[in-house]
């Protein structure tokens, strides 16, 4: 992998059920992973950074995991609610000393009520 | 606590024309970046300002600069505008240590150029 990838591009969930979606990134020189939800007419919020292999993170219903050996990260939604609909981004640092965040395309979520 | 705040919200530019876009960060925070995000693409890396200086630089071309002023607060600049200059540019602002802290968004300057 050499770039973030994010699947699948874009998921219909019915209200009550649980979901989860994937994160790719190269897992050479793996520094953080950070998750975003981005809400429609709103700003980019952040829900998670990540930096040791095999954590776990929850916020409410939304939990996320991180294998730094594999390269990939789940997001997790328990029990979907309308203000779950969103694009969720995901971005990883590397520590080659470098700043920039490489962002995914995203992944947008629709609850179906 | 005001959060990342942009100015203007949208603008419309002709090709080869000048344009500067503005960022107040989140109180607090010293560090600024600046993503650019195209239809159907993630945001894209364009600079990083800490201490007035540019840490950091993404794959875009000499006419893109900005500036960080004492405040904290940036500035990003685009010169000759080209059409395909139209996109979402969004400015974040952290701390600068640790490193991996996470980004605040302002709501992001629409770009169009015609």
């Known amino acids: 992998i050499l770039n973030v990838e994010q699947s699948p591009q874009s998921l219909h969930v019915q209200e009550g059920d649980s979901t989860n979606f994937t994160c790719s990134f190269p897992s050479s020189n793996f520094y953080a992973l950070h998750w975003y ?12 950074v990540m930096t040791l292999n095999g954590d776990e993170k929850k916020k409410g219903r939304i939990s996320a995991t991180l294998n730094t050996k594999e390269g990939y990260s789940y997001l997790y939604i328990k029990g979907s609610q309308p203000e779950d609909s969103a694009t969720y981004l995901c971005a990883s640092l590397s520590n080659f000393g470098n700043e920039k965040l490489t962002f995914g395309t995203g992944t947008r979520l629709t609850i179906i009520p | 606590d005001a959060g990342v705040t942009q100015s203007p919200t949208h603008l419309i530019k002709t ?9 107040s960060p989140k109180s607090g925070h010293d560090t600024v970046s600046w993503y650019q995000q195209a239809l159907g693409q993630g945001p894209q890396f364009i600079f990083q300002y800490y201490e007035e200086e540019e840490r950091q630089r993404g794959n875009f071309p000499d006419r893109f600069s900005g ?11 685009v010169n000759a505008l080209l059409l395909g200059d139209s996109a979402l540019y969004l400015c974040a602002s952290s701390l600068v240590a640790p490193p991996d802290s996470p980004l605040h968004f302002g709501n992001g300057t629409r770009l169009t150029v015609t």
């Open chain 1, 37 to 48: 939800r981005w809400e429609t007419a709103k700003s980019p919020e952040a829900l998670f």
């Open chain 2, 67 to 77: 500036h960080q002023f004492p405040n904290y607060s940036s500035e990003l600049n």
């Open chain 2, 15 to 23: 090709r080869g024309q000048q344009v500067t876009l503005r960022c």
